[in-house]
Every structure is written in C-alpha cells, then in structure tokens.
C-alpha cells in the first residue's frame, strides 16, 4: 500500500501550515492590540495596524493557492472537507486579525482622553479569554480535537455577558461628561471583541465539520446565552 | 412525485413483453436534492462469481434504480465489470463462470431456469470500452437490432431517434449510408450507444465507455448519459473516479480483500448516494481508496 498523491496531500498540508501561522499572528494581533490599549500605548497599535499586512499577505496568498490546488487536484471526501474548511478559516482569521487593527486605530483615537479603570479590566479580561479562544481553536483544528472544539462556546460565554455589561457601565459613564466620549468608544471595542469570539466559534464549527462531515451551529446568533 | 413501478418483464424464450413498452412516471433526481428512492430494476443478494476455483466477486448486494446512473468502481481485479456482466448475463458466455446468489430483474430471477439469456440481452444493452460498430453502413448498425428482433414499424424513424438520443443524428444524418467506420472514435461509440438502445431496452450497461476516447469525446459521451438517464437506467464501470463522481445518482466502491487462502477476491466496500460517497464516505477503505491515500 503506497500514498498515490503525495504532492497533492503536501499542498494541502502546506495550506493547513499557513493557517496555523495566520492563527498564531491573529490571537497574538488581538492580545497585542487590548496590551495598546491598557496602556494606552500609541506606538503599540501602530505596530497591531503595521502588522495587519502580514496577515493580509498570507489570505491571499492561501486563497491564490486553495484555488489552484482546486483546480488542479479536484480533491474529494476528507480532503475536500478539508479544503472547505481551510478556505473558511482563511476569511475568519484575516477578519480577526482586522478586528484587532479596529481596537489599535481606537487606542489611537482614545489618546489622552481620562479612562475608567473598571471598564477597562473587563476588556482586557475579554481580549485574553479571545486571544486564548483563537489559540485553542487553531490547537483544535490542527490535532482534529473534536472535544475542545466543541467547548468554544463555552468559552465564548463569559465575552458575550461581559459585552452586554459593558453598554450598562458606559450608560453609568455618561454621568460623568469627560469620561462619556472614551466610554463611547470602549463599547466599540467591546463589541469588536465579541465579534473575534464568534470568529473563533465558527472556526470552531468549521473543526467540527471536518471531522464528522456534518455541519451544524453551534450557537444561533437569534439565540441569546 | 410519485412512480410506477414497472411491471416484470417476461424474459422467456418467446412473446417476450418488451419492458420499454410499459408505461412508467419518470423522475428525473435533480443533483442538489437527495437521490429520489426509484424503484429498484435489479435486486441483487448475495452475488457470488467463480472462474473456475477463482473466487472473482464475495457475496455482492445492492440494487439499481430506475432512471438512474450507478456507477462501479474500485482497483483492478475488484470484480466491477464481472458484476456488471452479470446484469445481461454475459459471463453465460464463459465456460468456467460460475454465478451463485439472486439477482432479481423487475423480481424476476435473472438467472433462473426458464430465463432465455437472449431476451435478457434485448432488454439490457451493452456499450463496451473500446467502439464496436459492425462494418456495415451508419444506418444498418442502428438497424440491425430491431431486424432481427422483427420489428415492424418505420426504421428510418426509429434510426433518427435513436441516434438522436445518442446525440449524433445531427452529424451523420447526411451520410447514413456511410461506413460506420469513418467516424471518428467518439462518433463510433455515439452509434455504439445508438445502436444499444435501437432495441429499447430498459437498461444499458457501460463498461468504461469514454475510456479510449479524448478528454472532448468524453465529455459528450458523460452529458448524452444525463439525457439518457431520462429514458433508461444506466449501470457504469469506471477507473475514472471523477467520471464517477460527474455523471452517477449512485456509486459502488469495490475492492480486493485477501482470503484466507492467499487467493483475492473482490468485495462491495459501500454503496451510497454518489455525493455522499465523495464527501463524506462511511468506510475508510472507500476515503483512503477515492482520496489516494493507498493504492
């Protein structure tokens, strides 16, 4: 018994190496970029928003080769699977890794306005529980654990209550007028961390989706938790 | 939608009933929607082929759908041309072949003893890998079917439709007289096709029809079979699994175990929806065989 296509399974697993490095830059992008903003760190979003191009450069590139090898190699079963997901991963984390560029440009936007220390321990709080869940995700794709995608949810919980407590907090805020603008804007990214959760989560699916060959949502965006 | 199963065909030596004749609702499967259940033209259990003390196909099942395309596949000497000549019987025609198991055609036991292997022919078309023709003339091999099997009606009109349904009235219908052989090796195997189903048969086996023909040829041959599915139920053996995969409702996966006695064998891996089968296979000898993993 021999392997029959050993280029073909090569590419595919040149692809799958690409977007674990684009998954380790996205969560290191967003832990970067919430790092910014804690220490309201001008130079260090910059270099979040810099280093958006990295990402970029590998989107295209995965996406320019995931279409040749389509073309060319006319994967099936597993492998096609396989190919599904690595194109949806692709979009998911270049959108991480913007998401991360969004939260630098407001540190930039934010400088010099005054903070609110609670507000701001529960975004770095978020930002590591979605750092950690773009981290678990790609160990998750990558050693095909069916278990630890399937906990994404769970994990993405505690970002989106965090999320709804936010807008009470910058309501709270408004009392005080010179803190109402920085709040405004802290909301946004909030809500920008909510959304690279649930990149995370559909990443997630995607995992489970190629092992079981069977997609379904895991949470129904309808649907609150 | 619904559909009228066809009624048993009578396959004695003798006023057989032509199967064609039998008014049935046709359902075409639209590739995006599950597979429709047709109801099943043959029924086989337990198919067993022996050549000689070869053990050649091991306690094969399945059944095929009317008005669909089924496809056989799997590495050589998996026993998929020898269970598709099972269908018309034409391992009859080997001496050491020896066939054990049902196969139940319309419910009717294709191999049982009042079943003339002649009519069974006239109702089961063949097209074979390499194109055939008779040296004979374009018309007279479209013709020559129904001749002998006394039909009475207009030949010129039955040649134009059954080479129109083969997709090739439009080149040849200026040079009918023609030698067969002129044409080119695609054409040829158009009329190989026109002339299976001149005789209206109700099913049509393909053994690795495009196999000899260009990549151009091919693809012709692969679109006339969607056509044809409408009118006949097609059972294809391919070593082209994208072949498979572009034309079938249905796909068989075949392969070889090792007995015990070191002699091999071939034996039905899986047999589902051709989607499924290269998406998302239940076997793993089917996903490592379609994907390349081992051959």
């Known amino acids: ?225 | 939608m619904g559909n009228q199963v066809a009624e048993a065909p009578r396959l004695a030596g003798s006023d057989a009933t032509d199967v064609a004749s039998v008014p049935m609702t046709v359902t075409v499967s639209d590739r995006s929607e599950p597979v429709a259940d047709n109801p099943a033209i043959f029924e086989v259990d337990r198919l067993n082929v022996h050549y000689g003390d070869f053990h050649a196909v091991k306690d094969v099942s399945l059944g095929i759908r009317k008005n669909e395309i089924t496809a056989l596949i799997g590495p050589s000497g998996c026993g998929k041309s020898t269970v598709l000549r099972c269908f018309n019987r034409m391992n009859d025609l080997i001496e050491i072949a020896r066939v054990s198991g049902s196969i139940q055609y319309h419910g009717v036991d294709l191999y049982g003893p009042e079943v003339d292997p002649v009519q069974v022919r006239r109702h089961i078309g063949m097209v074979f890998q390499k194109p055939n023709p008779f040296p004979k003339s374009i018309y007279d091999n479209v013709a020559f079917g129904p001749k002998i099997a006394g039909f009475e009606g207009s030949m010129d009109d039955l040649v134009e439709e059954a080479l129109t349904k083969a997709a090739l009235w439009d080149e040849v219908k200026d040079k009918l007289e023609g030698s067969a052989y002129a044409l080119s090796g695609g054409q040829q195997q158009r009329l190989c096709i026109a002339r299976a189903i001149a005789t209206s048969p109700d099913v049509v086996l393909m053994d690795e029809p495009a196999s000899a023909l260009d990549p151009i040829a091919t693809l012709r041959i692969e679109d006339l079979m969607q056509g044809l599915k409408e009118d006949y139920s097609i059972v294809i053996v391919t070593h082209n699994m994208q072949q498979a995969a572009r034309v079938s409702d249905r796909t068989a996966f075949f392969t070889v175990d090792m007995e015990q006695t070191g002699q091999r064998t071939g034996v039905l891996v899986e047999f589902d929806e051709t989607s499924k089968i290269f998406t998302n296979p239940g076997e793993k000898r089917t996903e490592d065989y379609i994907t390349g993993r081992f051959g």
């Not at chain 1, 220490?39 to 320019?64: F, G």
């Not at chain 1, 505690?158 to 407590?165: A, G, S």
């Open chain 1, 1 to 225: 018994m021999t392997e029959l296509r050993p280029h073909f399974h090569e590419e595919l697993a040149q692809l799958e190496s690409d977007l674990v490095l684009m998954g380790e830059q996205a969560s290191q992008m967003i832990a970067d970029a919430l790092g910014a903003l804690v220490r309201s760190d001008a130079e260090a979003a910059r270099a979040v928003i810099d280093h958006d191009d990295v990402v970029d450069d590998l989107y295209l590139a995965v996406h320019e080769r995931w279409l040749a090898t389509m073309a060319l190699q006319t994967p099936v079963a597993i492998d096609l699977r396989l190919m599904s997901v690595i194109l949806h991963v692709n979009s998911h984390l270049e959108r991480i890794a913007d998401l991360a560029v969004t939260i630098a440009k407001i540190t930039e936007l934010s400088q010099g306005l005054p903070h609110d220390p609670t507000v701001m321990s529960h975004l770095q709080e978020m930002g590591d529980i979605v750092s950690t869940m773009v981290r678990t995700v790609m160990e998750a794709f990558t050693n095909r654990d069916l278990d630890t995608a399937l906990s994404l949810p769970e994990m993405d919980r505690p970002v989106n209550r965090l999320n709804r407590k936010m807008v009470r907090k910058v309501v709270k805020l408004a009392e005080e007028t010179d803190l109402l603008e920085w709040g405004v804007r802290m909301t946004v990214v909030s809500r920008t961390l909510e959304r690279a959760g649930d990149n995370a989560v559909d990443i997630a699916e995607q995992t489970a989706f190629l092992l079981t060959g069977e997609f379904r949502e895991f949470t129904d965006a309808s649907h609150h938790d």
